[in-house]
C-alpha cells in the first residue's frame, strides 16, 4: 500500500460539463475527507465519511456537489454543471482513528480546470 | 475560519533549527494541535500533533504553551527539502482540519 491515492491526477472540462473524481485510500482507513484548494491558499475543508456514514458537509458544497463513500473504501466526488469558479486542486485524506491517533494522510490531488 | 495565527513568511539557513511560531488562544481542551506541511503542487503532508505535552519525532518537535494558547515547531537541522508551506491547525478527535494560509518557510543555503 503506498498511500491515498486519487484519479484523475489532472482534469481540465468545459463550463457545464459533470465531472467525477475517485478516491482510494489507505488499506482499512475508516476516515476519508475531501478538501478544496485554490492557488495560494490553505486546503478547505469539504467533507468527510466514518466508514459510509457521510458525517458533515461544509457549507462550501453546494448542491452541484455529492459525495459518495459506497462499502466504506473508495469515495467519489461528482461536481455537476461545472463553473469556472470550481477549478482547484480537490484533495482526498484519510485516517484511522483509534485513539489520539488521527493523522490524517493526504494524496496527490486531483487538479480540476474549468475552461 | 482557522482558529490559529501564523506569520506569513519566514526565512532559515541550511543546517539551522527552524522554529515556527503559532497561536491559537481559543483552542478548547479537547482540540488538538497539529501541524502539517505543504510542498508545492503536492498533498499536505503530516508532521506531528499534540495536546497538551511536548511531542518528538523523526521530522520535528512541538513544544506547547502550559496554558495550551500557542505552540512551536521545530525542526532541528533545517535542509533545502524543507523548503514548504507550515500549517498549523487546531481540530478535534474527528479529524476535521481548518487550515489558515500558513507560514512560507524559505531554507536557503
Known amino acids: 500500500d503506498t498511500g491515498v491515492s486519487q484519479n484523475p491526477r489532472h482534469k481540465i472540462t468545459k463550463r457545464g460539463q459533470n465531472v467525477t473524481f475517485r478516491c482510494d485510500p489507505i488499506s482499512e482507513h475508516n476516515r476519508l475527507y475531501w478538501y478544496r484548494q485554490t492557488l495560494g491558499q490553505g486546503p478547505e475543508f469539504l467533507t468527510y465519511?466514518?466508514?459510509?456514514?457521510?458525517?458533515?458537509k461544509s457549507r462550501l458544497l453546494s448542491d452541484r456537489f455529492s459525495a459518495e463513500r459506497p462499502k466504506g473504501s473508495f469515495s467519489t466526488l461528482e461536481i455537476q454543471r461545472t463553473e469556472q469558479g470550481d477549478s482547484a486542486m480537490y484533495l482526498c485524506?484519510?485516517?484511522?482513528?483509534?485513539?489520539?491517533?488521527?493523522?490524517?494522510?493526504f494524496g496527490q490531488g486531483t487538479r480540476l480546470t474549468v475552461v | 475560519d482557522a482558529k490559529t495565527t501564523q506569520p506569513p513568511s519566514m526565512d532559515c539557513a541550511e543546517g539551522r533549527a527552524a522554529n515556527l511560531p503559532c497561536n491559537h488562544s481559543?483552542?478548547?481542551?479537547?482540540?488538538?494541535v497539529y501541524w502539517y506541511r505543504q510542498i508545492h503542487s503536492q498533498g499536505p503532508q503530516y508532521i506531528i500533533h499534540?495536546?497538551?505535552n511536548n511531542e518528538t519525532n523523526e521530522m520535528a518537535s512541538l513544544i506547547i504553551t502550559e496554558d495550551r494558547k500557542s505552540s512551536t515547531l521545530i525542526l532541528p537541522h533545517a535542509t533545502l527539502r524543507d523548503t514548504a508551506v507550515y500549517y498549523c491547525i487546531v481540530a478535534d478527535s474527528w479529524g476535521k482540519l481548518q487550515f489558515g494560509a500558513g507560514t512560507q518557510v524559505v531554507v536557503t543555503p
Open positions: 499534540g495536546l497538551k
Open positions: 481559543t483552542i478548547s481542551g479537547n482540540e488538538y
Open positions: 485524506a484519510s485516517s484511522q482513528a483509534f485513539g489520539l491517533n488521527t493523522e490524517a494522510f
Open positions: 465519511f466514518q466508514n459510509e456514514a457521510q458525517l458533515e
